[in-house]
């Protein structure tokens, strides 16, 4: 990957100008990122959380969970710039329902651009 700009790990190369045929917008990134790349993805990742710790301590959990703007801001940039042609999506674990109800229109919006897109809903916990 080219040049970086850090949201997680969102990457934009410098060819943006490129076929995305083969990128994946990972959300929950922090374990997607690394066995895609290895398949030979060009992952942009966003983090819809960014925890302290596991959910699972007995003293609780700090950090940000990303909402609905947030996620839209970011979707406006990667429109703005024309980069947002996606192969695949992929999401994990949402830490807002207003987060959640906005990726469904992302979703949406991302299949109207590439009507082949592929999206994979990983249920992380099973909840």
């Known amino acids: 990957v080219s040049t970086q700009s850090t949201w997680g790990c969102l990457t934009c190369p410098s060819e943006c100008s490129l076929s995305r ?15 895609l790349q290895l398949l030979g993805f060009e992952v942009d990742a966003i983090n819809s ?11 609780g959990v700090r950090g940000q969970v990303l909402d ?20 695949h999506i ?9 987060f959640l109800t906005k990726l469904g229109a992302v979703v949406s919006h991302l299949k109207s651009v590439n009507p ?9 916990m099973g909840d």
Do not use: R
Not at 49 to 59: I, L
Not at 90 to 98: A, F, T
């Open 49 to 59: 959380v960014q925890f302290s710790n596991h959910t699972g301590y007995p003293a």
């Open 21 to 35: 045929a083969t990128w994946c917008l990972a959300m929950w990134a922090t374990s997607q990122p690394l066995p």
């Open 90 to 98: 992929i999401n994990g674990y949402i830490g807002s329902k207003s």
């Open 68 to 87: 609905d703007t947030q996620l839209q801001e970011l979707l406006d940039g990667l429109n703005a710039n024309n980069i947002n042609h996606y192969s």
């Open 116 to 124: 082949s897109l592929i999206y994979v809903c990983d249920p992380v």
